[in-house]
């Protein structure tokens, strides 16, 4: 480890070898981060095919299940809600799930009894 | 009486459980049972006079209870306050935050799927919406957390020149896509689709619009993290204010998936 920069303004800047900070923020090294975002790239790519391409029935279900996909990749290693406690998952899918039941339900009501 | 001390004395066991609440069974060794205990060993004849205190072990000590104040001005490992429940208070507040966001864009994502059928003919989600532009949109501000999460790792490592040069990516980033949705919402205009034109036009730009002002947010908030760096005013314990941004920022990224995929990709 060596601390031999300073910006200026009184702030150190530290740089550790690559060993010391392999272990990134949470469990998860910079290289993972990269190839999830190669993954969540890669199905962003496939959602836009999927959008030309004439598949039938699956359509619907295939760009559901990769939005799905998508979201929980992100919520759980770039927010790192996966290694974090587990109360913040609590305060976040709660309110995702309540915001689910109560537009579905809303949305179902509009489509039944709807002009 | 004590012998918490005395060398080869058993070490103090770690009395939380589950989220670091305190366990308050009936172990002898906690402070309430120590306290007790203390009470009994006060020797009978009331309370002494002025004069100096007595060297009377009140117990507090040895339980910790006198550590309160200074454990409670601790901070966790991410730099935030500690709090009785061991997790940071700004973090679960960005949290519940988030949470609460979550039914705010759920309001307007269902309102747009309501009022999507909801135009003249040829102004319709399905002969207005240019899909490989706002794919490379969506491309942009998907690789821009990738630099968020890079700069929370910077920091996390504590190096704040990579944290700078990460968090003013992603605001580039960010400025990007905002400056890709003021042209798409150009198009439209010129193309005849305004704010009150029809009301799948109204549900379109309050969702997006919406959407574009949180990513705007987001950018001003990068861009005053970067100023408070480089005036050293995040340093060690303050680094936490650089992940509660980036979750701010994931969050963004997350409602533009699921508005991607359900206003853009999937058909009238």
């Given amino acids: 480890m060596s ?3 300073h910006d200026g303004h009184g702030s150190e800047v530290e740089d550790l070898s690559a060993d010391e900070y392999g272990e990134g923020h ?12 190669v993954i969540l790239a890669a199905m962003t790519g496939l959602e836009v095919t999927l959008s030309y391409v004439d598949v039938g029935p699956i359509f619907l279900p295939a760009l559901i299940i990769l939005m799905i996909a998508k979201f929980v990749t992100v919520v759980s290693y770039f927010m790192h809600l996966k290694f974090d406690n587990r109360i913040f998952s609590m305060m976040f899918y709660m309110g995702l799930i309540l915001a689910v039941f109560v537009y579905v339900v809303a949305l179902s009501t509009f489509h039944f009894f709807g002009s | 009486m004590s012998d918490a001390g005395t060398p080869g004395a058993t070490p103090p066991e770690d009395k939380t459980s589950g989220h670091g609440a305190p366990d308050l069974g009936n172990d002898p060794s906690s402070p309430g049972n120590a306290l007790t205990e203390t009470i009994d060993e006060i020797p009978m004849g009331g309370i002494p006079g002025p004069g100096p205190a007595p060297d009377v072990d009140t117990g507090a000590e040895r339980s910790g209870l006198t550590d309160m104040p200074e454990e409670s001005a601790e901070r966790d490992e991410h730099g935030g306050h500690a709090s009785t429940t061991g997790i940071s208070n700004n ?29 003249s003919g040829s102004l319709g989600p399905d002969q207005i919406y240019d899909i490989p532009f706002t794919s490379v949109s969506s491309f942009v501000l998907l690789m ?3 630099t968020m999460v890079l700069a929370v790792s910077s920091v996390a490592r504590g190096n704040l020149r ?27 205009y010129r193309e005849g689709l305004g704010f009150t034109t029809s009301l799948f036009s109204s549900s379109f ?19 005053a993290l970067v100023g408070m760096i480089s005036r050293g005013r995040v340093t060690g314990d303050r680094a936490e204010v650089v992940e509660l941004i980036g979750l701010y920022w994931h969050f963004v990224d997350i409602v533009w998936i699921v508005i991607f995929t359900l206003v853009y990709l999937i058909p009238a």
């Avoid at chain 1, 949470?26 to 999830?36: P, R, S, V």
């Avoid at chain 2, 990460?166 to 439209?188: P, R, S």
């Fill in chain 1, 3 to 5: 601390v031999d920069t």
């Fill in chain 1, 26 to 37: 949470h469990g998860a090294t910079d290289k993972q981060y990269i190839l999830i975002a």
């Fill in chain 2, 91 to 119: 973090k679960l507040a960005m949290w519940l935050f988030l949470g609460s966001e979550c039914l705010l864009f759920g309001g307007l994502i269902s309102t747009y799927m309501l009022y999507r059928g909801r135009h």
């Fill in chain 2, 144 to 146: 821009s957390s990738l």
């Fill in chain 2, 162 to 188: 990579n944290t700078k040069l990460w968090l003013t990516i992603t605001a580039l980033l960010g400025a990007t896509f905002v400056g890709g949705q003021v042209y798409e919402f150009t198009t439209f």
């Fill in chain 2, 205 to 223: 730009f309050t969702l997006t619009g919406f959407h574009g002002v949180h990513v705007t947010v987001g950018i001003i908030m990068l861009m």
